[in-house]
């Protein structure tokens, strides 16, 4: 039987039980740096197997699979955790029992994954050389994100990680088939805070105010026209501002407004270039209609870019796995992951997984209260993160 037709088998042959943890965690959602019964569940999980697990990143772990000699390369496999604050509202049998908190972003789908891939290669172990780091990370979804973390805690050390593998469902790839991106491919994130003081008082009377309603009116679209007039227009970026305070009343003007919002873009000098104009914009715009304002750019994840060789190698690996017709070459995504952390310490492939059922037109978004997905995605996800792993093991 060959190494390809044997990983099917045994993703096969897992999927009942990999179905079961997966939903176990879904319907136990945890927020992020909070995956604390999540964290237990992979222990234990782990430790049946016999393979022992060390706590890393507050609420993260990782562990160490063996091949039959330590001389070789060690590959990294990297699964996040965390859900999200939202309000599930499919009737599952596993749907969340925890109100507020669902898994709408399919970490519950590549934490069970890895674990399935985990089992496989532990039974295929006499078959490599080298390492397998399996890496459960927590908080993807808020910076400082749980990938910094375990990597000040080294995670990528001892045994040093040559390389690192990490997948993420994409409801618009059907379940059974996944998608890949040689080089940039996902934007960096900032966190956009700007409070505008004006003086409040009554509606009624706004010449004798200073008002910052109107003054962040004007400021937003200021600051849109940073993306659109100040970018070169090759290099995609989106500056979006998703929430507005202002506390007043139809005859109140208030004191104080403020706004949030993200900045993303896949060139790094061009993120520090917008950061500059929108303290520079805001403090004139402010100033030159009465008002100060104060401003917060938290920095985030920094853009993701795969490893081109070893991309085109793991795209080459799913082509025998899965046939070509069930691989597919992906464009750029404004979405960013904490991934790109690890990406920028080690080559690093970070590829879409399909769970959309095949011929479903009503595709699930991610982030959204309604999300589903079809499981027996799961057994492409861990069959093939195998596959990947040891044949690059083997090389």
């Known amino acids: 039987m060959t190494l390809e037709n044997k990983k099917k088998k045994l993703s096969n042959g897992y999927f009942g039980k990999i179905t079961e943890i997966r939903r176990a965690i879904h319907a136990n959602p945890e927020l992020s740096f909070h995956e604390f019964k999540t964290s237990e569940l992979i222990a234990e999980q782990l430790k049946q197997a016999g393979i022992e697990s060390v706590k890393c990143g507050k609420t993260g772990l990782y562990?160490?699979?063996s091949g039959k000699s330590p001389i070789g390369?060690?590959?990294?496999?990297?699964?996040?955790?965390?859900?999200?604050p939202l309000n599930e509202n499919n009737n599952l049998p596993y749907k969340s029992k925890n109100p507020g908190v669902m898994h709408a972003c399919g970490h519950d789908i590549h934490t069970a994954s890895l674990l399935g891939a985990a089992f496989i290669i532990n039974e295929l172990r006499d078959e490599f050389n080298g390492h397998v780091k399996l890496i459960f990370?927590?908080?993807e979804e808020v910076l400082p994100g749980g990938a910094k973390m375990m990597i000040e805690e080294d995670v990528l050390l001892n045994p040093d990680v040559d390389l690192i593998i990490g997948q993420h469902i994409m409801p618009e790839l059907a379940s059974g088939t996944v998608g890949f991106r040689k080089g940039i491919f996902m934007a960096s994130a900032d966190e956009i805070?700007?409070?505008?003081?004006?003086?409040?008082?009554?509606?009624?009377?706004?010449?004798?105010l200073v008002d910052p309603v109107l003054i962040t009116a004007h400021l937003i679209i200021a600051l849109q026209h940073i993306v659109r007039r100040n970018v070169i227009t090759v290099i995609p970026s989106v500056l979006s501002f998703g929430k507005i305070n202002a506390s007043g009343s139809t005859n109140v003007i208030p004191d104080v407004v403020t706004i949030a919002g993200t900045l993303r873009t896949l060139d790094e000098k061009t993120r520090d270039e917008i950061h500059e104009k929108i303290y520079q914009i805001t403090d004139e715009l402010t100033r030159s209609m009465g008002g100060t304002a104060?401003?917060?750019?938290?920095?985030?994840?920094p853009s993701l870019a795969n490893n081109?060789?070893?991309?085109?190698?793991c795209r080459d690996y799913a082509v025998k796995f899965l046939g070509k017709e069930n691989v597919s070459d992906l464009d750029?995504?404004?979405?960013?992951?904490?991934?790109?952390y690890f990406a920028n310490e080690v080559p690093g492939c970070y590829y879409r997984l399909g769970i959309n059922t095949p011929g479903n037109e009503n595709i699930p978004a991610l982030h959204n209260s309604n999300f589903i997905a079809d499981e027996n995605s799961l057994k492409t996800g861990?069959?093939?993160?195998?596959?990947?792993?040891?044949n690059e093991l083997d090389k």
Do not use: C
């Open 63 to 65: 562990a160490v699979i």
């Open 73 to 84: 390369k060690t590959v990294a496999l990297r699964a996040d955790m965390d859900a999200l």
């Open 137 to 139: 990370q927590p908080g």
């Open 193 to 208: 805070y700007i409070t505008v003081n004006g003086q409040g008082g009554h509606a009624a009377m706004p010449w004798k």
């Open 294 to 301: 104060e401003i917060e750019i938290r920095k985030g994840y």
């Open 308 to 313: 081109e060789e070893l991309t085109e190698r």
């Open 332 to 340: 750029i995504r404004m979405t960013s992951d904490d991934f790109a």
């Open 382 to 390: 861990m069959g093939l993160m195998a596959f990947i792993t040891i």
